[in-house]
């Protein structure tokens, strides 16, 4: 048993060597200075949830403005349809 | 109307409904993060932004050199939409540039393209209504600009330098995010359609009307 420890332990510091030569990842740079948040790049500065709630709000309101659009252009022009279609008939009754 | 439509437009209500779960469900990208989240409606908008250019171009070619009253009306209804879709991606692409790149707008290919784009498809709006007689005719031979300039917005990512993301970005999209954007190309293909198609027989129900109106005065 004292053989074999002794065995482990002279591999493990032959062995120390090699573990040495692998690639430790590197630690994160000490921090040196502070930098405020308005010497950031412009797009860096920018919080993202009002633009892109803006973009969807956009997307919504044109949509539902069109349909709407669309719909009252197309009552408008149904109603005066409506309203020949009878006057042609009472004329052609009379 | 046709009997399909109505069906047809409540099966597209639940799609819009349920499109921001499956976008809020697409992983973040790994630069830009949240506000990339706007290019789930940003590049269908844009596909049918183009895709009316091309109906559009088309149906005025038809009538152009068949002279189908048809034709001409799906051309006037495909150009607004043009216009409507045009100004979603206009307005949504610099939101999300703003953060994503730093500026409102870069004046490169793909960008000044899709605004002359649009800009072509508001001019043909504003000759059928300000022309005059023969107006039809002068929009139908500005669509075919409007067309011919699709292919060009459409490959200028490619062929010229650009920051615009290139259309290489699509294909390559993981599996959560390849869903969200083409469930939303599917919700904005089929509201395309719908309002494609009322928007058609606005233009039909005017035509009427002008035929009624002339059996009256004869």
Not at chain 2, 28 to 54: C, D, N, R, W
Not at chain 2, 167 to 184: R, Y
Request: glycine letters at 6%.
């Amino acid at each position: 048993m004292r053989t074999s420890l002794t065995y482990f332990l002279l591999l493990l510091v032959a062995c120390a060597p090699l573990m040495a030569q692998q690639p430790q990842p590197a630690p994160p740079a000490a921090t040196d200075e502070f930098v405020p948040i308005s010497q950031l790049p412009a797009q860096d500065q920018l919080p993202a949830a009002p633009l892109l709630v803006t973009a969807y709000a956009f997307v919504w309101v044109a949509l539902f403005g069109y349909l709407l659009s669309v719909g009252r252009r197309l009552t408008k022009v149904q109603r005066e349809v409506d309203r020949l279609e009878s006057d042609i008939a009472r004329g052609t009754r009379t | 109307m046709p009997k399909w439509f109505m069906p047809l437009a409540g099966v597209n209500a639940v799609m819009f409904a349920a499109a921001p779960f499956l976008i809020a469900r697409a992983d973040y990208e790994s630069t830009m993060g949240l506000v990339q989240k706007i290019f789930y409606f940003h590049m269908p908008s844009a596909s049918m932004f183009l895709l009316s250019a091309v109906v559009c171009g088309i149906a005025s070619a038809r009538f152009l050199f068949g002279g189908s009253p048809r034709q001409d009306r799906l051309a006037y209804a495909a150009a607004e939409l043009a216009v409507l879709f045009g100004a979603i991606t206009l307005v949504t692409g610099p939101l999300w540039a703003r953060k994503a790149w730093g500026v409102w707008w870069a004046w490169d290919v793909r960008l000044t393209s899709s605004l002359m784009g649009w800009m072509v498809a508001w001019a043909y709006l504003l000759v059928r209504k300000y022309g005059g007689p023969g107006s039809d005719k002068l929009a139908a031979g500005l669509a075919l600009f409007g067309m011919a300039n699709v292919p060009f917005v459409y490959i200028s990512v490619n062929y010229w330098r650009t920051i615009h993301p290139k259309t290489s970005v699509v294909p390559t999209l993981p599996a959560d995010m390849g869903t969200a954007l083409w469930f939303s190309f599917a919700c904005f293909l089929l509201l395309f359609t719908l309002l494609l198609r009322v928007r058609v027989h606005l233009e039909e129900q005017r035509a009427k009307l002008d035929t009624l109106y002339l059996s009256l005065d004869e």
